[in-house]
């Protein structure tokens, strides 16, 4: 039917104007909108993981809204907690209800505070609340009239203003370009050795804060006295609490791993290689970074902002392995992506490996937020090493997602036939009896061959990708829940850890026999962990891997380590069925 309307119009000109010149051109202009409309009937949806960009807003509404994010922010941290936001956002007028609407969207992450960006999508939403339109997501989503949206009327706000400049010091007019400089947070110097003193409950200014401060206080002690970091998992650093979200892609070789990343970035990042040979050969860990650039796995691993430093444990042959991609990108200002070497078949690439390929996959999965495992349609075999490597991911299988790429290259009975292939070949590895989620698509810049699959195929292929991308979009906003998912999970793995170790400490003899007792104990290590379950009612799945802690353990002199101290566990104890939960609160919607 577009195309019947072109040839009327052009005919149309055409009989008035006698003019070959216009109609070419309007024939050009119509060709060329064709292909833009085609073009976007067949792209696909893009990631949008940012509430509102700051962008949105013009200049001048930033001035003013920098200046009411000063005078909410009295502590000058660059955040604005519950207690400040009642005070402020009263101004509006507004219901409760609106009031708790504005925050929810604002505060997506659900982080406990609201940083100038999030100020600023609370403020547009308020102003258009004022302006009488319902409150939700898709007011900000849609970007739509944001810059010319004027700021909202906050009662009595100028006359607090004034009174509030004749009071400022002029030195807490700092200013960088007309931006606000933040403070440093506090709670960086928590973690270092030099700092002993409590730390006090003002200085917690959110969710993350608090949990660092927790770690410090009642879960480190335990961690350090039981060797809980050489056993299970490094010590944590200030950086660990603050790193962006990760996503690792894991699969052998030639499914698609980097170019499913150049598909989400819409470029390579800095050192990527393509080709259908094993081509990525380190760890690769792509970052959001003033310009493109690569740093070696060394430099970055003793970068204090960088949460890498646990890498070290795997030694310089590792290290020289891993590098990482620095380049400019929306995207990776809110997610962090790791790409992996493929995973090759055969015996001979775990011997001659010079690291512990499961032992880092392991470290990044604990780290990770979701763990994307690519397959090829023609390559469906888990190959020994891949099952090994798959396994290492043990008690982290709510992030684990599996992508069927390239199944473009299959015709509808194919890819059907390959499915069910796919989902045996992963029953015998997950000894799980949950459904593992599993996308189908072709994940590249190329259009979906649909000689091949046929419209059906393409419909699917794309709703696929939405789904997948949702699950994306989904990271930054369940990133604060996923650090107090993953700290939980750690505090239940540390206690533990010191339960069993104080275990085989009360089982050795005083004087003689010691290295034949300990002998026995390693070797019956699996009746110890039952012994342990018993004594504690703890639930065996939180129990580590018996043959790595055999391993482990047979470098230390069992007798060397502390008894148990029950007021370290009673701690660590009530972090988890107290303090948590009282943070959790602490932090909440202000108008729940």
Same mark, same amino acid.
């Given at each position: 039917m577009t195309i019947i309307y072109g040839l009327v119009l052009i005919g149309v000109v055409f009989a008035y104007t006698r003019s070959v010149d216009i109609v070419l051109l309007l024939a050009l202009v119509g060709y060329f909108s064709l292909k833009d409309s085609e073009r976007k009937k067949n792209s696909y949806p893009a990631l949008n993981l940012e509430t509102v960009p700051i962008s949105s807003c013009s200049k001048d509404h930033q001035k003013i809204y920098q200046e009411w994010f000063r005078f909410v922010d009295s502590d000058a941290d660059g955040? #604005?907690?519950?207690?400040?936001? #009642?005070?402020?956002?009263?101004?509006?007028?507004?219901?409760?209800?609106e009031l708790k609407q504005v925050w929810a969207i604002a505060d997506s992450k659900r982080q406990g505070y609201l940083g100038f960006s999030e100020f600023v999508a609370a403020m547009q939403l308020v102003?258009?609340?004022?302006? *009488?339109?319902?409150?939700?997501?898709?007011?900000?989503?849609? +970007?739509?009239?944001?810059?010319?949206l004027k700021p909202p009327v906050m009662e009595g706000l100028d006359a607090l203003l004034l009174a509030n400049k004749k009071h400022l010091p002029k030195s807490n007019e700092n200013k960088v370009n007309g931006t606000a400089v933040v403070q440093q947070s506090p709670s960086a110097l928590w973690f270092s050795p030099e700092s002993s003193k409590k730390i006090p409950l003002s200085s917690v200014t959110s969710i993350i804060d608090g949990l660092k401060r927790l770690y410090v206080q009642k879960l480190k002690p335990l961690e350090v006295t039981y060797k809980f970091n050489n056993f299970v998992s490094p010590l944590m650093t200030d950086s660990d609490f603050d790193a962006k979200p990760m996503v690792m892609l894991l699969g052998q070789y030639s499914t698609g791993k980097t170019t499913f990343i150049k598909h989400l970035l819409k470029s390579s990042y800095p050192g990527a290689h393509i080709g259908p040979? %094993?081509?990525?050969?380190?760890?690769v860990v792509v970052m959001s970074g003033p310009d493109e650039r690569s740093i070696p796995g060394n430099t970055i691993a003793v970068q204090a902002d960088m949460p890498f430093s646990g890498l070290?444990?795997? *030694?310089?042959?590792?290290?020289?392995?891993?590098?990482?991609?620095?380049?400019?990108?929306?995207?990776?200002?809110?997610?962090? #992506?790791?790409?992996?070497?493929?995973?090759?078949? *055969?015996?001979?690439?775990?011997?001659?490996?010079?690291?512990?390929?499961?032992?880092?996959?392991?470290?990044?999965?604990?780290?990770?937020?979701?763990?994307?495992?690519?397959?090829? %349609?023609?390559?469906?075999?888990?190959?020994?090493e891949y099952k090994r490597v798959i396994s290492s991911l043990h008690g982290h299988d709510d992030k684990i997602r599996v992508v069927l790429n390239k199944a473009d290259q299959s015709d509808t009975q194919q890819l059907m036939r390959v499915y069910g292939a796919l989902m045996w070949s992963l029953g015998r590895v997950?000894?799980? %009896?949950?459904?593992?989620?599993?996308?189908?698509?072709?994940? +590249?810049?190329?259009?979906? /061959? $649909?000689?091949?699959? *046929?419209?059906?195929?393409?419909e699917l292929f794309e709703k696929e990708l939405g789904d997948l991308l949702s699950d994306l979009n989904d990271i930054p906003k369940k990133?604060?829940?996923?650090? #107090? +998912? $993953?700290?939980?999970?750690?505090?239940?793995?540390?206690?533990?850890?010191?339960?069993?170790?104080s275990h085989l400490k009360a $089982?050795?003899?005083?004087?003689?026999?010691?290295?034949?007792?300990?002998?026995?104990?390693?070797? /019956?290590?699996?009746?110890?962990?039952?012994?342990?379950?018993?004594?504690h009612h703890l639930p065996p799945g939180d129990f580590p891997d018996v043959n790595r802690y055999r391993d482990i353990l047979s470098g230390y002199s069992i007798d060397n380590f502390e008894k148990l101290k029950p007021k370290m566990i009673d701690a660590v104890d009530e972090m988890l069925g107290y303090d948590i939960p009282e943070l959790l609160k602490k932090f909440k919607n202000p108008y729940d």
């Open positions: 955040r #604005i907690t519950g207690s400040d936001a #009642i005070k402020f956002f009263g101004m509006a007028n507004l219901n409760r209800k102003s258009h609340a004022q302006a *009488g339109h319902d409150i939700t997501h898709g007011l900000l989503n849609s +970007n739509v009239g944001l810059e010319s040979e %094993p081509t990525t050969d380190r760890f070290t444990t795997f *030694g310089t042959a590792f290290l020289s392995k891993f590098e990482c991609a620095q380049m400019p990108h929306s995207l990776l200002e809110h997610i962090t #992506i790791v790409d992996t070497p493929g995973v090759l078949s *055969g015996e001979k690439q775990r011997t001659q490996r010079a690291y512990d390929f499961n032992g880092v996959t392991s470290w990044f999965a604990a780290k990770c937020d979701l763990i994307l495992l690519l397959f090829d %349609p023609h390559k469906l075999d888990v190959s020994d997950f000894n799980t %009896p949950e459904v593992m989620r599993v996308y189908i698509g072709s994940f +590249n810049d190329k259009p979906v /061959n $649909e000689a091949a699959t *046929g419209p059906v195929g393409k990133a604060c829940e996923r650090k #107090i +998912n $993953e700290f939980v999970k750690r505090a239940r793995a540390a206690k533990i850890h010191a339960c069993i170790i $089982e050795m003899p005083a004087m003689f026999w010691k290295s034949t007792a300990q002998q026995k104990l390693i070797d /019956n290590l699996e009746d110890e962990f039952k012994k342990v379950q018993g004594e």
